[in-house]
């Protein structure tokens, strides 16, 4: 397909991928069970799960569909995008709800991935240290002040950094040069008191 906007001197090839018609195509139905399979491994997720996370990672790819542009990336790609980042999502869930923690480092914030996850809970003793670690997460975060609190609710929610800075009225300055180091600076005090 060419570009009819430029001059034939000019001209540039744009992919254009198969627009699939069925949102769930096979090959997208068993990289959705992979996932799912992989989940059971974490988080404290077991056997009995595993419908219920295909079904919420379907409903993802599903509500995502009208989103997909055929000139960007084939649709299997795009649906490996939208399935990682509704895992991510449930993983966000369930630290927020307190049901499971990660090895979360606060300083590892950027604009695509806003929170590193590195969640393994697989036995009863690290599901205890993981709850006491999302004890110790919350109470740092209830004694931010309010604007703070709501940037670290929205970080633990998956929001993209772009819309976390507008929706608090920041420009990129003021919140990387002194929001975020004021909220890091708190996590850092906090995490040295309880190693004391």
């Not at 195509?25 to 056997?47: N, R, W």
């Not at 914030?109 to 929170?115: E, F, Q, R, V």
């Not at 002040?145 to 609710?153: E, M, S, V, Y």
Request: glycine residues 4%.
């Amino acid at each position: 397909m060419f570009n009819e906007n430029v001059r034939p001197s000019e001209t540039v090839t744009v992919t254009v991928y198969p627009h699939p018609v069925n949102p769930i195509p096979e090959i997208v139905s068993a990289h959705i069970q992979s996932v799912a399979t992989d989940m059971l491994h974490h988080s404290g997720f077991g056997k009995c799960d595993f419908e219920d996370l295909c079904q919420e990672l379907t409903l993802a790819v599903i509500k995502a569909f009208d989103r997909y542009d055929n000139t960007k990336a084939s649709y299997y790609t795009y649906t490996q995008v939208i399935v990682g980042h509704a895992r991510n999502i449930i993983y966000r869930k369930r630290i927020r709800r307190g049901l499971d923690v990660s090895n979360t480092n606060i300083d590892s914030i950027s604009d695509d991935d806003p929170l590193m996850l590195d969640v393994n809970a697989v036995s009863p003793e690290v599901e205890l240290e993981n709850k006491e670690k999302a004890a110790i997460i919350r109470g740092i975060v209830n004694g931010l002040n309010p604007l703070q609190q709501k940037i670290c609710n929205m970080i633990m929610d998956d929001v993209p950094m772009r819309k976390i800075i507008s929706s608090c009225r920041l420009t990129p300055s003021q919140f990387y040069h002194r929001v975020w180091p004021e909220i890091q600076q708190a996590f850092k005090k906090s995490l040295k008191k309880g190693q004391k």
